[in-house]
C-alpha cells in the first residue's frame, strides 16, 4: 500500500515562512498562486513580459515580475511552465538565480526524470503534483476541500525537503484529500504510459476504429458518432463513480455479456504487447527524445500529427451533432485539459 499524507502530517509554517514564485499562470500555475496565497504564503508570479497570463493575475491581486525576477527573489521556486519549454526557462530564469538552501519544485517529473534539468547538489528538489485539473484544484480549495496530490523527493539538500513538501501540498488544500508518496521516476513513466497507452492514445484510435469500422461499413456517420464517441462520456462517468463493476452492472445484461465475450476479441493479448513496448519508450527515453528532439525543430512531427487528427471525419461530424444538444457546451473545465 502507498504512504497517504494528511493535513495533520504537515506543518503549513514551513511554506508560510518561504518566499515563493509560482513560474506559469496556466491551468495548474493559476491553483497553486491562489491557493498559496490564499494559504499565507508570500508569493510572486513569473510570466515573461508579453505574456497574456500576466493581467489574469493581476486582476486577482497576484503580484506579477519576469520569471527571472521572480526566481531571484524567491527561495522556493514552482515551475508551472509546459513541460517542452521548462528546460529553457530553467536555463534563463531559474539557474542564475537558483541559490544554496533553495527549493525546486514541480508538478510533473518530465524534466527531471530524463535529464533535461539537473538542479544543482545544494537544493531541495520535490514534486507536489495534482491528480486533477486546475480549475478543480482551485475549486475543490475554495469550497474547503482539495484534490489528492502525488508528492515526491527528488534531492534533500536540506534533510526537511518532503517536510517541506507536504507543507506545499497542504498549502494548496492537497492533504485535505491525502497525499501519495511517489518518486519522480514512478510519476513520470506512469503519467505517460498512461496517457499514451489508454487515456489518450489509446482511447482516441479505439474511437476512430470504431467510428470507420461502422460507416466503412455502411452506416450513417452521425449513428457512429452516437455510438462510438458521444457515449463514452456515460460509460466512463460510471468507472470513475464505481469502477468497471459499476458500469457493467450499469448497462443492460445484453451489453455486459458482449463486452465479456467481445472485449477481449478487440483488446487481445497482442495489444498488451504493444502497450510494454510503448512502456519500454517511455522508460528508456525514446519518447521524450523525440518529442524534445520535434519541439527544437520547431516541432514539424507535432503540428503535421495534430492536423491530421483534426481532419477526421469524426470531427466534423460531432461539430454538427454538438449544435443539436444545447448542454453539451465547451464550459470553463473543457479548456483544462486533465492530462497535463
Ligand atoms: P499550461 O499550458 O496550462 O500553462 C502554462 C503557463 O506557462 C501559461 O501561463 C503560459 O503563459 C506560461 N508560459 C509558457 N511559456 C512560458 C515561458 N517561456 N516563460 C514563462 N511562462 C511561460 O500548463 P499546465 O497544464 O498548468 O502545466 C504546468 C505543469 O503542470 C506541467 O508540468 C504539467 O505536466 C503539470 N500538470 C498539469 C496538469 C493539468 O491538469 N493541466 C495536471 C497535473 C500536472
Ligand atoms: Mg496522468
Ligand atoms: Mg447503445
Ligand atoms: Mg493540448
Ligand atoms: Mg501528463
Not at 510572486?44 to 527571472?68: D, I, M, N, Q
Not at 538542479?119 to 478543480?136: I, S
Not at 505517460?192 to 489509446?202: D, M, R, S
Not at 453539451?328 to 479548456?335: C, N, S, Y
Request: aromatic letters at 8%; glycine letters at 10%.
Amino acid at each position: 500500500m502507498a504512504t497517504m499524507y494528511y493535513d495533520d502530517d504537515a506543518d503549513l509554517s514551513l511554506i508560510q515562512n518561504r518566499t515563493v514564485a509560482v513560474l506559469g499562470y496556466g491551468s495548474q500555475g493559476h491553483a497553486h498562486a491562489l491557493s498559496l496565497r490564499d494559504s499565507g504564503v508570500d508569493v510572486r508570479v513569473g510570466l515573461a513580459e508579453g505574456s497574456s497570463s500576466r493581467a489574469k493575475a493581476e486582476a486577482e491581486g497576484l503580484r506579477v515580475v519576469t520569471p527571472a525576477e521572480a526566481c531571484a527573489e524567491a527561495d522556493l521556486i514552482m515551475v508551472l511552465v509546459p513541460d517542452h519549454v521548462q528546460r529553457l526557462v530553467y536555463r534563463d530564469a531559474i539557474e542564475p538565480n537558483l541559490q544554496e538552501g533553495d527549493a525546486l519544485f514541480f508538478s510533473h517529473g518530465f524534466n527531471i526524470r530524463f535529464g533535461y534539468i539537473e538542479p544543482p547538489a545544494g537544493v531541495d528538489v520535490c514534486m507536489v503534483a495534482p491528480k486533477g485539473p486546475g480549475h478543480l484544484v482551485r475549486r475543490e480549495y475554495v469550497d474547503g476541500r482539495g484534490v489528492p496530490v502525488l508528492v515526491a523527493v527528488e534531492q534533500d539538500a536540506s534533510g526537511k525537503a518532503k517536510e517541506l513538501a507536504l507543507s506545499y501540498a497542504s498549502a494548496i488544500g492537497g492533504l485535505r484529500a491525502g497525499g501519495i508518496e511517489t518518486t519522480f521516476t514512478e510519476e513520470t513513466e506512469t503519467d505517460l504510459f498512461g496517457e499514451q497507452a489508454v487515456l489518450c492514445g489509446g482511447m482516441s484510435q479505439l474511437v476512430q476504429y470504431g467510428f470507420e469500422t461502422l460507416t466503412e461499413a455502411g452506416y450513417q456517420p452521425e449513428v457512429a458518432y452516437f455510438e462510438c464517441l458521444h457515449e463514452l462520456k456515460l460509460i466512463v462517468d460510471l468507472m470513475y463513480e464505481g469502477g468497471i463493476a459499476k458500469q457493467r452492472w450499469s448497462v443492460s445484461d445484453t451489453a455486459e455479456y458482449g463486452d465479456y465475450v467481445s472485449g477481449p476479441r478487440v483488446i487481445d493479448p497482442s495489444v498488451k504487447e504493444n502497450m510494454q513496448a510503448v512502456l519500454e519508450d517511455v522508460r528508456n527515453g525514446a519518447f521524450a527524445d523525440r518529442f524534445i528532439s520535434d519541439q527544437d525543430n520547431g516541432r514539424p512531427e507535432f503540428e503535421e500529427l495534430r492536423a491530421k487528427g483534426a481532419s477526421h471525419p469524426i470531427e466534423n461530424v460531432g461539430k454538427d451533432l454538438r449544435g443539436m444538444m444545447a448542454w453539451v457546451k465547451g464550459h470553463e473545465a473543457d479548456k483544462d485539459y486533465v492530462e497535463g
